[in-house]
């Protein structure tokens, strides 16, 4: 499975060169851009996404919370006793087969690679969640940031007035907020629970639009001269702060999905899931470099089939119509959209024809920017109970992440004087499944 | 009556039947969704999760599964019905097949009887018919030696409430044939003139459906067995009561008695000790008992009082029930489910 040694120097080349160009447009733009958040309806002209497609790559995670099935998804095993009663389909990438559950997204998976080969040992609902969203084990002396604080730590810009970090998890069971660990608050995830539009953020109802940009109009007269003659980083980073806190309150249009026109809210359909990929395309679209999208629950310890026969029709229509819109204008060359929980289930079918925790043969899959479509790495044996070929780790996943997005998966963070990879020790991406 | 008794023991010392007591069990191929008899009683023929047919005499010292036939379905099997020397046979592959029950010949294949996957048939009392069920929502009869199609009728949503796709899960037929009775997921009954389709009664069952709108977000249950009354006057619908925990099959097991052509519930089980989704039903002779069985990851095979509904007689089995089949005299109940099969005498 492994190409030339050439090819991938020139690959690593090319995303460098990619990564050192995107540094240099973003200092130039990333001001300008989405500075009044009040305009967002502006940047759904084909000029301005243009203009985005150039500053800036994000993700979105769609986060299968209780584990989905790998059989009744991506590594689909029909007639095998631990098949199901599901048969496989076939996609638009020659000799690639998923479950027939996901017929739409068989039919774009030329934008999609899939990894059937995930084997994270850890299938508890916690322990599996923590290692899947930091790849690496816990370390009682270490709080490591998740996939998501690193990438707004990696991705976002210091000056930026969106969000770096947006969580989207509507059901309680299984919540969780997500952590940025020792990359500190300022790459904490604005978390979303019971309300899609942020709470605290609205302007008072005392203060009018105009008194309120008058305020900040004289509060900006004031910290100019203030800072006119001071060269000093605690003053960059107050203003710096006011500026987020404005960009912040004017954020709050775009969790708003009746701003957007009846045709596009009635493409992403009726469920919660559904509105939630089209808040998650409108933030990608505004700049926020990472959004989680949680959709709990598939933890099908009973009635396995019935369960995926709903939650995938949710997720294969929602995930399809995102990444249809994503491509449409222009984002998604840009925007990297995973599939990922905590395990898959178990090959063997329980008595209530439900499955299991099962973490040792299992698949995620990895979409859009800086990703190989249309491909299917690792192989798991006949029945789903272990990987054969390709075994990739969590960590694997998290380097394999991090390179598809140009960042040195290898890159260190310092927490005092310990050097700490940000995918964990021994980690190798999966090259195969990148662009 | 005495004046210290209660209603319910009032109705044991009346009841015919006072004791459900497994007799025997064996092993079956995979899980096992269905089964019909053959001319003994004892034999049995039955369609599994492995996509085949089988036959096994239940009587015998070591009962053994045999093939009917080489051939297959493409998913699993879940309805068999037999009529003479015919088995036919419906899947989650959508398809129907036609078989010699002694040779296992395929006489007839409907590759695309529904267009998603079939949940249950049922046969005429007179044998001529078939009706079939599936998650295209839709209701098909047919015949029941040549597979014609007869009649299709619809009356339910593709959809549940919440926007995701619904399921068409039981089909009875009543006793004098007349009427035929099914049942959706979110609770949904009809009752039909068997013969020309004419919905005679709707009913409401909707506690059978949990949908967790907060903490998973998904939902479970259904009705998933409907049995006429002799006299067909009664219609009892089984399923699952509400679930806290949508993740197992954890509600109580539910009845709801209807006089259907009044649209009036009689009365209604909640049974909390044994757990699960009701997976069949049916009424016992003269109607004086109604005996269901089912299960979550264990199962439970329940008499009631066909009049009040009180619980007569109760046993554990040893596997999730998915169907049975009850002697004529009611003294037998072969029942099939997961990895198993059972005998169970009720006295």
């Given at each position: 499975?492994?190409?030339?040694?050439?090819?991938?120097?020139?690959?690593?080349?090319?995303?460098?060169?990619?990564?050192?160009g995107?540094?240099?447009?973003?200092?130039?733009?990333?001001?300008?851009?989405?500075?009044?958040?009040?305009?967002?309806?502006?940047?759904?002209?084909?000029?301005?996404?243009?203009?985005?497609?150039?500053?800036?790559?994000?993700?979105?995670?769609?986060?299968?919370?209780?584990?989905?099935?790998?059989?009744?998804?991506?590594?689909?095993?029909?007639?095998?006793?631990?098949?199901?009663?599901?048969?496989?389909?076939?996609?638009?990438?020659?000799?690639?087969?998923?479950?027939?559950?996901?017929?739409?997204?068989?039919?774009?998976?030329?934008?999609?690679?899939?990894?059937?080969?995930?084997?994270?040992?850890?299938?508890?609902?916690?322990?599996?969640?923590?290692?899947?969203?930091?790849?690496?084990?816990?370390?009682?002396?270490?709080?490591?940031?998740?996939?998501?604080?690193?990438?707004?730590?990696?991705?976002?810009?210091?000056?930026?007035?969106?969000?770096?970090?947006?969580?989207?998890?509507?059901?309680?069971?299984?919540?969780?907020?997500?952590?940025?660990?020792?990359?500190?608050?300022?790459?904490?995830?604005?978390?979303?629970?019971?309300?899609?539009?942020?709470?605290?953020?609205?302007?008072?109802?005392?203060?009018?639009?105009?008194?309120h940009?008058?305020?900040?109009?004289?509060?900006?007269?004031?910290?100019?001269?203030f800072?006119?003659?001071?060269?000093?980083?605690?003053?960059?980073?107050?203003?710096?702060?006011?500026?987020?806190?404005?960009?912040?309150?004017?954020?709050?249009?775009?969790?708003?999905?009746?701003?957007?026109?009846?045709?596009?809210?009635?493409?992403?359909?009726?469920?919660?899931?559904?509105?939630?990929?089209?808040?998650?395309?409108?933030?990608?679209?505004?700049?926020?470099?990472?959004?989680?999208?949680?959709?709990?629950?598939?933890?099908?310890?009973?009635?396995?089939?019935?369960?995926?026969?709903?939650?995938?029709?949710?997720?294969?229509?929602?995930?399809?119509?995102?990444l249809?819109?994503?491509?449409?204008?222009?984002?998604?060359?840009?925007?990297?959209?995973?599939?990922?929980?905590?395990?898959?289930?178990?090959?063997?079918?329980?008595?209530?024809?439900?499955?299991?925790?099962?973490?040792?043969?299992?698949?995620?899959?990895?979409?859009?920017?800086?990703?190989?479509?249309?491909?299917?790495?690792?192989?798991?044996?006949?029945?789903?109970?272990?990987?054969?070929?390709?075994?990739?780790?969590?960590?694997?996943?998290?380097?394999?992440?991090?390179?598809?997005?140009?960042?040195?998966?290898?890159?260190?963070?310092?927490?005092?004087?310990?050097?700490?990879?940000?995918?964990?020790?021994?980690?190798?991406?999966?090259?195969?499944?990148?662009? | 009556?005495?004046?210290?008794?209660?209603?319910?023991?009032?109705?044991?010392?009346?009841?015919?039947?006072?004791?459900?007591?497994?007799?025997r069990?064996?092993?079956?191929?995979?899980?096992?969704?269905c089964?019909?008899?053959?001319?003994?009683?004892?034999?049995?023929?039955?369609?599994?999760?492995?996509?085949?047919?089988?036959?096994?005499?239940?009587?015998?010292?070591?009962?053994?599964p045999?093939p009917?036939?080489?051939?297959?379905h493409?998913?699993?099997?879940?309805?068999?019905?037999?009529?003479?020397?015919?088995?036919?046979?419906?899947?989650?592959?959508?398809?129907?097949?036609?078989?010699?029950?002694?040779?296992?010949?395929?006489?007839?294949?409907?590759?695309?009887?529904?267009e998603?996957?079939?949940?249950?048939?049922?046969?005429?009392?007179?044998?001529?018919?078939?009706?079939?069920?599936?998650?295209d929502?839709?209701?098909?009869?047919?015949?029941?030696?040549?597979?014609?199609a007869?009649?299709?009728?619809?009356?339910?949503?593709?959809?549940?409430?919440?926007?995701?796709?619904?399921?068409?899960?039981?089909?009875a037929?009543?006793?004098d044939?007349?009427?035929?009775?099914?049942?959706?997921?979110?609770?949904?009954?009809?009752?039909?003139?068997?013969?020309?389709?004419?919905?005679?009664?709707?009913?409401?069952?909707?506690?059978?459906?949990?949908?967790?709108?907060?903490?998973?977000?998904?939902?479970?249950?259904?009705?998933?067995?409907?049995?006429?009354?002799?006299?067909?006057?009664?219609?009892?619908?089984?399923?699952?009561?509400?679930?806290?925990?949508?993740?197992?099959?954890?509600?109580?097991?539910r009845?709801?008695?209807?006089?259907?052509?009044?649209?009036?519930?009689?009365?209604?089980?909640?049974?909390?000790?044994?757990?699960?989704?009701?997976?069949?039903?049916?009424?016992?002779?003269?109607?004086?008992?109604?005996?269901?069985?089912?299960?979550?990851?264990?199962?439970?095979?329940?008499?009631?009082?066909?009049?009040?509904?009180?619980?007569?007689?109760?046993?554990?089995?040893?596997?999730?029930?998915?169907?049975?089949?009850?002697?004529?005299?009611?003294?037998?109940?072969?029942?099939?489910?997961?990895?198993?099969?059972?005998?169970?005498?009720?006295?």
């Amino acid at each position: 499975m492994s190409e030339p040694a050439e090819f991938q120097h020139r690959r690593r080349i090319q995303r460098d060169l990619s990564r050192r160009g995107f540094l240099t447009t973003t200092a130039a733009g990333a001001t300008a851009m989405a500075a009044d958040m009040g305009q967002i309806n502006a940047l759904q002209s084909a000029a301005v996404t243009q203009q985005l497609k150039q500053q800036g790559t994000r993700v979105i995670l769609l986060w299968l919370a209780g584990g989905a099935s790998q059989f009744e998804t991506w590594d689909p095993k029909p007639g095998a006793k631990t098949g199901g009663p599901f048969s496989a389909i076939p996609t638009s990438a020659n000799g690639v087969h998923i479950s027939e559950l996901l017929p739409e997204l068989a039919r774009r998976m030329q934008h999609t690679a899939i990894i059937r080969s995930l084997n994270t040992k850890v299938a508890d609902h916690g322990g599996g969640a923590s290692l899947m969203e930091t790849g690496r084990l816990r370390d009682p002396g270490l709080d490591f940031p998740d996939l998501g604080a690193v990438v707004a730590r990696e991705l976002g810009r210091l000056d930026s007035s969106v969000p770096d970090y947006v969580s989207l998890y509507t059901s309680t069971e299984g919540r969780r907020k997500g952590t940025s660990g020792i990359l500190g608050a300022r790459y904490a995830p604005m978390f979303l629970s019971d309300n899609m539009i942020p709470l605290n953020l609205a302007q008072l109802d005392a203060v009018s639009t105009v008194d309120h940009k008058d305020r900040a109009a004289l509060r900006d007269v004031f910290a100019k001269q203030f800072s006119k003659h001071r060269n000093n980083a605690a003053v960059d980073s107050h203003m710096s702060a006011y500026q987020r806190v404005r960009g912040l309150m004017a954020s709050e249009q775009l969790f708003n999905v009746e701003n957007e026109p009846a045709d596009v809210r009635a493409r992403y359909g009726p469920t919660q899931f559904g509105e939630q990929c089209l808040i998650a395309r409108r933030l990608c679209e505004a700049g926020v470099p990472f959004v989680k999208v949680a959709r709990a629950w598939w933890d099908s310890h009973g009635q396995n089939f019935e369960t995926h026969q709903e939650l995938c029709a949710d997720l294969d229509h929602s995930m399809s119509v995102l990444l249809d819109d994503l491509n449409e204008r222009g984002l998604l060359e840009n925007t990297l959209v995973l599939t990922l929980g905590e395990f898959g289930r178990t090959p063997r079918i329980n008595a209530s024809l439900g499955r299991d925790h099962f973490a040792n043969a299992w698949s995620c899959s990895l979409s859009g920017y800086g990703v190989r479509g249309g491909v299917a790495y690792g192989k798991t044996d006949a029945e789903g109970n272990t990987v054969v070929d390709g075994e990739a780790s969590s960590a694997d996943l998290f380097a394999t992440v991090l390179q598809a997005l140009g960042i040195d998966h290898e890159h260190e963070y310092m927490v005092g004087s310990r050097p700490i990879p940000m995918a964990d020790f021994g980690a190798s991406p999966i090259d195969e499944v990148l662009a | 009556m005495d004046e210290t008794d209660t209603p319910a023991d009032t109705a044991a010392e009346q009841a015919v039947v006072s004791s459900v007591k497994i007799s025997r069990s064996f092993a079956l191929p995979g899980a096992v969704f269905c089964v019909t008899e053959g001319d003994e009683q004892s034999q049995l023929y039955f369609g599994s999760s492995d996509f085949g047919i089988y036959r096994i005499d239940s009587d015998a010292e070591k009962p053994a599964p045999e093939p009917v036939s080489d051939s297959r379905h493409e998913s699993y099997v879940t309805g068999l019905v037999r009529s003479g020397d015919t088995l036919v046979s419906g899947s989650y592959d959508g398809s129907l097949i036609w078989w010699d029950a002694e040779s296992g010949d395929v006489r007839h294949r409907v590759q695309s009887a529904h267009e998603k996957w079939i949940r249950r048939l049922a046969i005429s009392p007179d044998g001529s018919t078939v009706a079939s069920v599936g998650d295209d929502m839709k209701t098909r009869v047919w015949n029941a030696k040549t597979a014609d199609a007869i009649a299709t009728w619809g009356g339910y949503e593709l959809t549940t409430p919440h926007g995701y796709p619904s399921m068409l899960y039981a089909v009875a037929f009543s006793a004098d044939g007349k009427w035929l009775a099914t049942g959706n997921r979110t609770g949904k009954v009809i009752v039909r003139d068997s013969a020309t389709g004419r919905v005679e009664a709707t009913l409401e069952a909707p506690v059978m459906y949990t949908w967790d709108p907060k903490a998973r977000r998904h939902s479970i249950g259904g009705i998933r067995s409907l049995a006429f009354s002799s006299d067909s006057q009664l219609l009892a619908v089984g399923g699952m009561g509400l679930v806290g925990n949508i993740d197992h099959l954890g509600g109580a097991s539910r009845i709801e008695v209807f006089d259907w052509q009044s649209g009036k519930q009689r009365y209604e089980i909640e049974d909390t000790k044994l757990k699960g989704l009701v997976e069949q039903l049916k009424f016992g002779p003269d109607d004086e008992w109604l005996v269901a069985a089912g299960g979550d990851n264990g199962g439970f095979v329940s008499v009631y009082d066909g009049a009040e509904g009180t619980l007569l007689a109760q046993e554990k089995a040893p596997m999730h029930v998915f169907d049975f089949q009850l002697s004529d005299d009611g003294s037998k109940l072969r029942a099939v489910g997961f990895e198993r099969a059972s005998v169970v005498e009720i006295a």
